[in-house]
């Protein structure tokens, strides 16, 4: 496994992190999530291969994937050499500062732990003023109770407005953004990737193989995941006989390599300078593929090969008000 610093901070991240979107009481978010047992399975083989960044969320599973994820680490790993992340925006409140300090404790005592690692804000809240949100988070900090803070899918201007608020207060800025990102999803490079690279904020992007179709040569699976991921259908599908083209691009490389079309994929994230992409593993073997592809260097013609296709797409991700209460399943295709 290699590694990096997280962003400015002292923080020592593995250059994968796994998403804990993938566990979770089954139902409760996501038909297709796993159980505790296999959550710990996947947990525990992470650790095993030298990762040691996770990345979790409040609203995860109805507080489930949290829970398994505290457990399983409680059981296969050490907690000081292990960096926990969770979510909070997907919560009555949003981003004021009540919701914040009632939230946070929350996740801390369903992971089992006094202090996250990486505290992420999920969305931009359009109805708390940033000096709010900010000032709420830098007291968390301030308390011990988080290390480092992060945001989440939003406009750059967003972005860079909390930044600027931080400064001019004296406050915790962000180390971290986990925005959408992969071959088939580059909006964010025209101006919130810009802003992070200015100000030393590491990226730790969702959604590195887009669901999965980067990993294969064909559109949809037939599996529970294929066939039950409205919210995957829905980021996706509109744009499908344009991406395929990129989708091809991938296989080709992949052959080129002789590796996995995933792996591909992933040496792009960190040929892109990316710090950490964010996998959603429900099987072993993805974790075993995803280390694999750390040892992939893409030439700058492999780059520029697999970018050639690309066209302009929808946003996926940052939006444009507050969802009504509730709703966490953004981009949903009914």
């Given at each position: 496994?290699?590694?990096?610093?997280?962003?400015?901070?002292?923080?020592?991240?593995?250059?994968?992190?796994?998403?804990?979107?993938?566990?979770?009481?089954?139902?409760?978010?996501?038909?297709?999530?796993?159980?505790?047992?296999?959550?710990?399975?996947?947990?525990?083989?992470?650790?095993?291969?030298?990762?040691?960044?996770?990345?979790?969320?409040?609203?995860?599973?109805?507080?489930?994937?949290?829970?398994?994820?505290?457990?399983?680490?409680?059981?296969?790993?050490?907690?000081?050499?292990?960096?926990?992340?969770?979510?909070?925006?997907?919560?009555?409140?949003?981003?004021?500062?009540?919701?914040?300090?009632?939230?946070?404790?929350?996740?801390?005592?369903?992971?089992?732990?006094?202090?996250?690692?990486?505290?992420?804000?999920?969305?931009?809240?359009?109805?708390?003023?940033?000096?709010?949100?900010?000032?709420?988070?830098?007291?968390?900090?301030?308390?011990?109770?988080?290390?480092?803070?992060?945001?989440?899918?939003?406009?750059?201007?967003?972005?860079?407005?909390?930044?600027?608020?931080?400064?001019?207060?004296?406050?915790?800025?962000?180390?971290?953004?986990?925005?959408?990102?992969?071959?088939?999803?580059?909006?964010?490079?025209?101006?919130?990737?810009?802003?992070?690279?200015?100000?030393?904020?590491?990226?730790?992007?969702?959604?590195?193989?887009?669901?999965?179709?980067?990993?294969?040569?064909?559109?949809?699976?037939?599996s529970l995941r294929g066939q039950t991921d409205r919210v995957a259908r829905g980021k996706y599908?509109?744009?499908?006989?344009?991406?395929?083209?990129?989708?091809?691009?991938?296989?080709?490389?992949?052959?080129?390599?002789?590796?996995?079309?995933?792996?591909?994929?992933?040496?792009?994230?960190?040929?892109?300078?990316?710090?950490?992409?964010?996998?959603?593993?429900?099987?072993?073997?993805?974790?075993?593929?995803?280390?694999?592809?750390?040892?992939?260097?893409?030439?700058?013609?492999?780059?520029?090969?697999?970018?050639?296709?690309?066209?302009?797409?929808?946003?996926?991700?940052?939006?444009?008000?507050?969802?009504?209460?509730?709703?966490?399943?953004l981009d949903e295709k009914k």
């Open positions: 496994m290699e590694y990096t610093k997280l962003g400015n901070t002292e923080i020592e991240i593995s250059k994968l992190c796994v998403g804990c979107m993938s566990f979770g009481k089954a139902g409760t978010m996501h038909d297709w999530t796993l159980n505790e047992e296999k959550s710990g399975e996947i947990i525990r083989h992470a650790l095993e291969l030298g990762i040691n960044f996770f990345d979790t969320a409040n609203g995860y599973s109805a507080g489930t994937s949290e829970e398994y994820l505290g457990r399983a680490i409680k059981s296969y790993g050490v907690r000081n050499q292990v960096v926990i992340a969770s979510k909070v925006y997907f919560n009555e409140g949003r981003l004021s500062k009540k919701a914040i300090m009632r939230e946070i404790e929350g996740s801390l005592r369903r992971l089992g732990t006094d202090y996250l690692d990486l505290y992420i804000i999920h969305r931009f809240d359009y109805d708390t003023p940033i000096e709010e949100t900010m000032e709420a988070l830098h007291e968390l900090v301030k308390q011990g109770k988080v290390r480092a803070l992060g945001a989440s899918a939003m406009y750059g201007y967003q972005f860079h407005n909390m930044q600027l608020a931080a400064r001019d207060h004296g406050w915790t800025l962000f180390s971290a953004m986990e925005n959408h990102y992969n071959l088939l999803y580059r909006e964010d490079e025209r101006e919130l990737i810009p802003i992070c690279r200015q100000m030393g904020v590491s990226l730790m992007p969702y959604s590195p193989l887009a669901a999965g179709h980067l990993a294969r040569a064909v559109w949809q699976l037939d599908d509109s744009m499908e006989q344009q991406d395929m083209r990129i989708v091809e691009h991938v296989h080709e490389l992949a052959k080129k390599y002789e590796c996995k079309m995933s792996q591909i994929a992933l040496a792009w994230q960190w040929a892109k300078g990316v710090a950490s992409p964010i996998i959603g593993a429900t099987r072993l073997k993805y974790l075993d593929e995803a280390a694999g592809a750390l040892a992939i260097r893409l030439k700058p013609e492999d780059v520029n090969y697999l970018e050639e296709c690309y066209v302009p797409h929808p946003i996926m991700g940052a939006i444009d008000k507050n969802p009504e209460q509730g709703v966490i399943l």
